[in-house]
DNA sequence: TGTTAGCAGTCAATTCTACCGAGTGCCAAC
DNA sequence: GTTGGCACTCGGTAGAATTGACTGCTAACA
């Protein structure tokens, strides 16, 4: 009766151990070989223990229920995203080779540099390890306060608001007048900015002098134009690594150009990213992310976190078929050295 | 006699008229055509008023000499890339369609921002252009002099060095200490580090205190962090637009992987470009450029003066037979408008 | 009833052959 | 010196034949 039940309505995410076998062993060996695979491959395969015809008549029901396609009538099977996806669900975590291991651990001991040098080459380290194009986000400093903003005088009619964040970052805006600033007017300027915003973060509004003469308008450019950063992005930074590699993993020129023209573009890489981990998901595969060009490729996505708050992620970007063991481990290995390396106790140096 | 002498040692860089007419309609036809030309088509082009077998005879001696080869004996000829160099240095200048023109002008009048994000968008201008990616090179600061330096606090350990150039460049470091410092150690520092180095270059080393007490530490660190930049880079940016056209244009995927990888490569490409510049070159063809990697690409460069000094350059990557006409006027083109934006008067707002 | 061996059928990929045509080099005539 | 003509070369293409890796199906088997 259960077995009854279990053939006529299939809970699509639990097939039965030996679908389930056969799944895996398909996934496993195209994702190694990028060829159709056939039933006969997979009877021989370590953990299926039947014949070619029964690993058929199986696969022709993976097929019914969307977990395999075939090319052609005569050709092996493929995953589809469905069974990639079951294949990555079911995923058993793995870890690195000793060697990346090693590779990863001797990168943070030595690292040294500015948090975006660092971040860049971590990006590269990324990539390196996988073979795969990386992708390294920080996070924006909305939720930072502001430690320290000063305005520097280019010219009588050009200042440089130089804002500095508690989480490291330094941002420059340029403030421009319509009027000749004197250096003393810029001063008084910078010294109330400070007095003004000093503990505040971007979200906070503050109340700025009305008057009309030069500081006030000074300040109330200077406040503006540092607000107004807001909408377009919130100084998230992308370190892109391996880029070349797309080259080497995607079959078509079509997809290549494709991969690489949303990789130019930073904002959308960010919110790709963003948009992973707020469906809660690691890996997006095929379709899953809802960007279409990027539809022959999966994403994976590890979230930074340093003392409980998100700090950033990093992510890989491989063809549907990558292979997700590693590049998971890679990914979750590198995530948390980074939380850690730019968490507690470490010295930057 | 002048003839005989003429024909036994021809001066190689100048072919009679014929011989050149017809070179350049070879160059201009695969340029467009991407095929080997042969005699026929050149016969019939416009500028060329003799017979196939006139032509024929006229390309075995322009093979002879270096400016032209045959990928197989019944084939057409293609240049090589002398051939092309022969072709861009008699390229008399272009100018821009009406309609890309007014593209760049319109983009200069309505660009806003940072100098970061004029440079960044220029780029993609570039590359939108011309169908090429695009590189866009900004100067070091190594002789700007500096405006302001600050020294603010992130925690007793961390502080963060926070330097204004007259270029309008910030750079921020790290100054770490193995004490912990006070806040008003770190602003006597940071006023006497104002004292020290507003108006110097990063080339003037200046004296610094050689006490042994917290500020004297600061400001040792925070010198020595500071000058320490200068061998790597300096401060250089790199802006790349366009680099999904790699894809588009090249033909093998050997060789989009091998772009794409020195493309990776910020320094390399910043050296590349400057190693041509010195070269007094404003196009390297082929191997000129001497990276191996980029020998099927024709890399153009025009730098970008401002009030007579060398403030940057745009770039153009792109196969050898790219369209250098136009790529040379766009890239002229753009190089002029960026040195007028960030030149005198115009206003950044 | 589930599993298996065997068999006929399908279809992409490969190989081969023949052929076409673009383009050359050479030569003899102008 | 230029040109038209001719024989030749050789890459590219199109079609046919072959191969072989699969499948689905069926009948026998445990």
């Known amino acids: 009766m259960a077995r009854r039940a279990a053939k006529t309505s299939p809970s699509p995410s639990d097939l039965d151990a030996r679908k389930a076998t056969i799944l895996e062993a398909v996934v496993a060996e195209h994702i190694d070989t990028a060829q159709p695979v056939g039933s006969s491959s997979v009877a021989h395969s370590a953990d299926v223990d039947v014949s070619p015809a029964t690993v058929r008549s199986e696969m022709v029901a993976l097929e019914r229920e969307g977990y395999l396609a075939q090319p052609h009538t005569s050709a092996g099977r493929v995953p589809t995203d469905k069974g990639y996806r079951y294949f990555v669900d079911h995923l058993k975590s793995g870890v690195l080779s000793s060697a990346q291991q090693y590779q990863v651990r001797d990168f943070f001991t030595n690292v040294r540099g500015e948090v975006e040098d660092v971040l860049e080459k971590t990006s590269t380290l990324l990539s390196e390890l996988t073979s795969y194009t990386s992708v390294v986000v920080s996070a924006g400093h909305s939720h930072a306060s502001i430690l320290s903003v000063q305005l520097v005088s280019l010219d009588a009619r050009h200042q440089l608001l130089v804002t500095v964040f508690s989480d490291g970052s330094v941002v420059k805006h340029s403030v421009n007048t319509t009027f000749d600033a004197n250096f003393v007017d810029v001063s008084e300027a910078s010294r109330q900015l ?6 505040t973060t971007l979200e906070h509004r503050v109340q700025v002098p009305s008057r009309s003469d030069g500081v006030a308008t000074l300040i109330r450019e200077s406040v503006s134009v540092l607000h107004a950063e807001q909408p377009t992005t919130d100084g998230e930074q992308v370190f892109i690594g391996g880029s070349s590699k797309v080259a080497e993993v995607f079959a078509g020129v079509e997809t290549v150009r494709k991969v690489l ?16 981990l707020n469906q809660g998901l690691s ?3 095929g379709s ?22 998100p700090a950033g992620a990093v992510g890989l970007l491989g063809p549907t ?11 979750g290995m590198v995530s948390q050295h980074l939380a850690r390396h730019f968490g507690g106790e470490d010295d930057l140096a």
């Open 288 to 309: 899953e992310h809802g960007y279409e060009p990027l539809s022959a490729c999966a994403v994976i996505v590890a979230p930074v976190t340093i003392d409980g708050a």
């Open 283 to 285: 890996v997006a595969i």
């Open 321 to 331: 078929r990558m292979k997700y063991r590693e590049a998971l481990a890679a990914a």
């Open 194 to 199: 400070n007095a003004l915003l000093i503990g």
């Open 261 to 276: 023209s949303i990789l130019e573009q930073e904002l959308l890489v960010v919110t790709l990213v963003q948009d992973i």
